[in-house]
């Protein structure tokens, strides 16, 4: 596919929205729309007793509070690592010791560009109290990890970075 011409149509705090003429593999030419998204990374915290950390909050798109993993946007410059881990701390209040990256994926692109880097981290404790941004509300909590496979097999956990975590972090246990 070749971009013959791309137009911002919106331009957000968050994303972008482009609007591309392209030209097709078969020579057809036509229009793709996308949006740009900084991307993000999500902490599956894996305590000694098998508990995860997880933060429940509101997602204003889709109206109601979700259970995920702690996660949030890679600031500009800044590695994927060293945004888990001040992700970790700032919803939690939590360091880790160690650090794995389980997988990184497109949660959804045929529409945005976003992707999500996936870290285990272990040996955690509590280093600080929760500092969240401004705009942010949400409660933590420490669920054990067969609880939440089960929450996963009965469609309660509805977060796709969430479930991919958990169901990876299987093997670790």
């Not at 911002?8 to 036509?30: A, F, H, Q």
Request: with cysteine.
């Amino acid at each position: 596919m070749q971009k013959i011409d791309s137009k911002e149509v919106y331009k957000g705090i968050i994303i972008r929205v482009e609007k591309d003429k392209v030209r097709l593999e078969n020579g057809v030419e036509t229009y793709r729309e996308s949006v740009r998204h900084r991307n993000a990374v999500a902490v599956v915290a894996l305590d000694e007793e098998n508990h995860l950390l997880m933060v429940e909050q509101y997602r204003y798109p889709i109206g109601c509070k979700l259970m995920e993993l702690p996660a949030g946007l890679i600031d500009e410059g800044e590695e994927p690592l060293e945004a888990a881990k001040r992700e970790l701390k700032e919803e939690t209040g939590h360091g880790a010791e160690a650090w794995r990256l389980l997988t990184e994926f497109y949660p959804s692109g045929g529409v945005h560009d976003e992707k999500i880097y996936i870290y285990l981290a272990t040996k955690i404790k509590e280093v600080s109290k929760p500092h969240l941004d401004g705009d942010e509300i949400l409660t933590s909590h420490k669920i054990p990890f067969k609880e939440l496979l089960k929450k996963i097999e009965l469609g309660e956990i509805q977060d796709g970075k969430t479930i991919i975590g958990v169901l990876l972090t299987e093997k670790f246990i």
